[in-house]
């Protein structure tokens, strides 16, 4: 009899257990969901909400569960249902840990002004800093900046919002954060970003802190290797926090003259990036007047340095003769001035300054290797000069102190010296050229890949047609055009395609590349506006050039192609 009965209860228990585990994984189910559902219309909860919701739910789960195992199992063993309990809790808290990682980051607001700038806040450096203290000071920071820089800047206040590892800006190993300031400002629309790094001494009052500004890709398409963070002078509050707040008139207006700085930076690249480095550069200048250095802690110096040496190797390309050495000498001694003063010991940001530099200075020697005018013609450039620059950019091109953007420029810078020494007679062609237009068209996840593609793929092109394999030049110069951007560039490759298609009496596509150049052309000249500096000057002798070039070789294929 004991053992009948003992039969008819196993089945029992299984038949109740089969309505068990599908109520459990609803239940487990539904919880985490629901608290996902609200997060992903609100997407910004205090984590307050989220851990009383989820305590909230906790508890009902607990009771649910309860509920189940009193009606369904309170004859079973105990055993039994200690098991169902630990099942239970390790079902929920797998779901709710599963769920969890697809939690939406906090909304961030887009700015839209023509210039933008985000304020991400300030990190602490040590334990002693007061986290309100430093949302404080950054908040003063943005009201300031809105206060300073012109209407046409937007100012963002994104304060405790980035989640920005901006500790790393201490000198330690700062990938991550680079790489979540590049996801933050393509949000935001950003065009710099502004951090920084507090400590206080160990034994003493002070308060020290190093402000710190990110440029964007985007602010700097033509020059890749200054992308990413800088760390400024440093800023002295001599009681610390604790007297700060009787100071916060005195604090608005240090921060104001400081961003007026930053607002001087801002319009030197805007000069530079709308092709007027005269104007650039006389910004630049007085950023660098030592009577005004303690006025530049949000502008630091390695930045304006490698953007001062920038625009003057900008107007070394449209000068000549004497014009263009000094030009090229002043950009060269910027750059070695950040070699000597950015440490070689630490990694972080100010290292990365000085790779940045290296790259530049390597561009630079470049520029003094050859004769413009003379398109790297054997017996016109320093052939001990150009072999030094390929190795040094292929070393750079591996140097991990640059990012991702920095590294593909220097491999696009050596395969434009390594098309100068083909073209010189001092070496054959070895495939770097082609090695560097694969790797490049590989790298389309980074961004501002593009105008570096295009500009290898543009050099890849002459080397085709240097080899007499034309079809396989307009082939390339096409990719070319497909990535590139700006116009002047744009204007000269639909003008090589328009020359390379007449070699082949394609009538059609000579006609169609030769308007486009123009337009082109046309489309560069008004970028300018009315500055009439030698960039512009420059511009119309190469469009001049091109057109007398044009007029020439179309009068020879009408006279040598067949007539249709």
Known sequence: M???????????????????????????VAVPTVLLVVERRSANLHWVWVALIVLASLAGYAVAVEKIIQER??????????????????????????????????ALARMTGDLDVAVAGFAAADEKQDE??????????????????????????????????????????????????????????????????????????????????????????????????????????????????????????????QVGALAEFLDATDA????????????LDGLLDPQRHHLNSFVPSDL???????????????ATGSSRAKFLETARKDYNRIMAESPTSRPGPRAKARARAALSLQANAYRRAIDPTKLCQPGTVRAADLAQVSLSLKALADDSDLT???????????????????????????????KAVKKLSDAQGVTGVGELRAFTESIAANLAHRAGNIPDAITRIRDAIAHGE?????????????????????????????????????AANR?????????TKYEKKIRTEYEKSHAKALISAQKRCPKR
């Open 132 to 257: 309100q203290e430093l949302r404080d000071f950054a908040t003063d920071l943005a009201v300031a900046a809105k206060s300073q820089l012109p209407s046409s800047t937007g100012v963002g206040n994104y304060v405790a919002k980035t989640g920005l590892p901006l500790t790393e800006l201490n000198g330690s190993d700062d990938s991550e954060l680079e790489r979540k300031t590049a996801t933050f400002a393509d949000k935001t629309d950003a065009e710099i970003v502004v951090g920084g790094l507090a400590r206080t001494e160990p034994n003493g009052p002070q308060t020290h802190l190093w402000p710190a500004v990110y440029i964007n890709s985007d602010q700097v398409t033509n020059l890749p290797e200054l992308t990413g963070w800088y760390v400024g002078e440093r800023m002295i509050l001599t009681s610390g926090w604790t007297k700060l707040r009787d100071k916060k008139e005195q604090l608005r207006k240090e921060l104001t003259q």
């Open 304 to 318: 304006v340095l490698l953007f001062h040496g920038a625009v003057a190797e900008q107007q070394a390309v449209a």
């Open 2 to 28: 004991r053992r009948s009965v003992q039969d008819t209860r196993v089945p029992e228990e299984g038949g109740r257990a089969r309505y068990l585990w599908p109520l459990l994984a609803v239940f487990a």
């Open 486 to 522: 700006d116009p002047f560039q744009r204007a000269r490759w639909h003008g090589w395609l328009a020359l390379w298609s007449l070699e082949l009496c394609d009538m059609s596509t000579e006609s169609t590349a030769h308007q486009e150049a123009l337009a082109q052309f046309a």
């Open 73 to 106: 199992l309170a004859e079973s063993r105990r055993r039994t249902r200690m098991l169902v309990w630990l099942a239970a809790t390790v079902l929920y808290l797998g779901l709710a840990v599963t769920l969890f990682q697809f939690r939406p980051e906090p």
């Open 527 to 535: 970028q300018h506006g009315a500055n009439p500096d030698a960039r």
């Open 272 to 283: 530079w990036r709308a092709g007027n480095p005269a104007k650039a550069r006389q910004i």
């Open 404 to 434: 991702d953007l920095g590294r593909l420029k220097a491999v696009a810078n050596r395969a434009q010296v390594e098309y100068c020494r083909i073209s010189a007679g001092l070496v054959t062609d070895d495939g770097t050229v082609d």
